[in-house]
């Protein structure tokens, strides 16, 4: 299946793009994408803890497990106000 | 509990917004509060602040957090703005008004509003120094 990944704030710039996709097993989990995600983009995998993820635009953890064509978001802490 | 939400580019009229507000008969409290950009980033001066947003997902989570607010049964009403983009020195980037009976609740669920927001918002900030 295929998951689309946006990339926002610095972690565009981090990841040398804005949006990428990437292909997974059925069935995978949040976890499993952020693995790929820190082989291609090794610059991310630095700020692992402090990474916020969101599925469509919910929050998700690691755990999640992820359907076709879902939308991921990766991002920085959140600096609102 | 009604609610009020603008994610703008636009600058925030600080008083048509205060000149809107509405009151039912019991309310005796309307705090608002507005966040305005400093001229200094930690000691560094800047000029603005450039402000970017996932636009939907903020919006799910600003109402969310409203959802929050109005089951604490407290809260008439609630009205929050927050600019986006580039946000000079002095400009207000963010407003927020709440209305509920007494003053303590509504101070803090202002308060709270904010907080939340700091933390489950996804808007980020950039400093610009041109």
Do not use: N
């Not at chain 1, 997974?24 to 952020?34: F, I, N, S, Y």
């Not at chain 2, 705090?31 to 560094?44: K, M, P």
């Not at chain 2, 929050?68 to 400009?91: F, Q």
């Amino acid at each position: 299946m295929t998951i689309r990944v946006t990339f926002w704030s610095y972690f565009a710039d981090l990841a040398g793009c804005a949006e990428t996709s990437v292909t997974l097993p059925e069935r995978a989990t949040v976890g499993l994408l952020l693995e790929s995600l820190y082989r291609s983009h090794p610059a991310l995998a630095d700020l692992r803890r402090s990474t916020l993820i969101a599925v469509g635009v919910e929050y998700q953890d690691a755990d999640h497990v992820l359907a076709d064509g879902d939308s991921v978001s990766l991002f920085p802490p959140v600096q609102g106000g | 509990m009604t609610r009020s939400l603008s994610i703008t580019v636009d600058p925030i009229a600080e008083p048509a917004l205060v000149s809107g507000r509405t009151l039912s008969p019991g309310m005796g409290a309307a705090v608002s509060f507005a966040g305005v950009v400093r001229g200094l980033e930690g000691s560094d001066p800047i000029t603005a602040l450039e402000y970017s947003c996932f636009v939907p997902m903020a919006e799910h989570q600003f109402h969310l957090l409203f959802d929050r607010l109005a089951e604490r049964g407290t809260v008439e009403s609630v009205r929050l703005v927050h600019r986006i983009g580039r946000v000079a020195v002095g400009e207000a980037s963010l407003w927020v008004e709440v209305v509920s009976p007494h003053r303590a609740e509504a101070f803090q669920a202002c308060q709270w509003l904010i907080d939340e927001m700091k933390r489950v918002v996804p808007i980020w900030k950039k400093p610009l120094r041109d």
